[in-house]
């Protein structure tokens, strides 16, 4: 959220080139970071098992991790899915570029107003996370696959609504239904899948 804010910021008073740099630097933070956590994870891992278990090198790791995919490739409920999944990802379209375009420059929001909905879209994904664990964590996958679909339709129908610009026939300005359709739906829609 952090990020989006201060891309908003940036974008809207300075060259994208600095929005660019910014983002690499936190990239780079990020990875330091992240071999930093390696290295005391590690060192804490050799503390507790204290030799129990010699160490493996890369390539047997790698083959027992890839022995351990086979193992659960070969499970129904995993292979399913995973085939539902790839089919879902290869079959629906995106309409991310288009939608950019309508938003920029059809309705005319700024570059802030659509920075902000990045950072509305990190919130939305912050509840639906929350909502998973609370309601969702115990269900069956099936189940989950099948509201997100029902929510994809009705996002399709919701996405038509404001292409048309039906949202100003009920009176409903561009900026607030977009808010509360990214809330609802986006909300809903990262909870499910």
Sequence with gaps: MFGSLLGAVITEHYHPKWSFLIYSMFGLIVAVLGTALNKSVESDDEEKEEGKKEELSLIQELKRNAASIKEAAQMPEVYRTILYLLLAGLTSPSFSEYFY???????????FQYAMLGVLGYASLTLGTMFYNRFLSEKEIRFSLQIACWIGVFGSLVSLCFVMRWNL???ISDIAFVVLTDVVLGTLGLAYT
Excluded: E, R
Excluded at 101 to 111: C, L, P
């Design 169 to 171: 026939l009920l009176g």
């Design 101 to 111: 375009f309508f938003q920029m420059n059809v309705i005319k929001f700024s570059k």
